[in-house]
Nanobody
Framework: QVHLVESGGGSVQAGGALRLSCAFSGPFVCMGWFRQAPGKEREGVATADRYGLRQYADSVQGRFTISKDNAKNTLYLQMDSLKLEDTAMYYC?????????????????????WGQGTQVTVSS
């Protein structure tokens, strides 16, 4: 059983940075971050599989970095150059399939485990 607990959300001005953390317990093969803005569907942001392959949505490529610290059982999302449109609830997710399946274009429902979310608000 994998459990996920997100933290690190908050309010920041456009152009600023935040780092989200996701403490996890249990084995994983694919982990990632999704987000949901008000009135919009959940969308994948970034994924990382157990072999270190990292994938990003086009909207965050070059600005966000996903990483994990296995010693601390923590997944991170470093978000730089934040934009107003990055405002959303961010969710940590985990799945049990690696390789091409592990990609942010997957549906949120494809991941069997997710956390409660952490809010990120970017203001001008």
């Amino acid at each position: 059983q994998v459990h996920l607990v997100e933290s690190g959300g908050g309010s920041v001005q456009a152009g600023g940075a935040l780092r989200l953390s996701c403490a996890f317990s249990g084995p994983f093969v694919c982990m990632g971050w999704f987000r949901q803005a008000p009135g919009k569907e959940r969308e994948g942001v970034a994924t990382a599989d157990r072999y270190g392959l990292r994938q990003y949505a086009d909207s965050v490529q070059g600005r966000f970095t996903i990483s994990k610290d296995n010693a601390k059982n923590t997944l991170y999302l470093q978000m730089d150059s934040l934009k107003l449109e990055d405002t959303a609830m961010y969710y940590c997710v985990a799945g049990d399939v690696s390789g091409p399946w592990c990609h942010p274009t997957r549906r949120f429902a494809d991941f069997p485990t997710w956390g409660q979310g952490t809010q990120v608000t970017v203001s001008s």
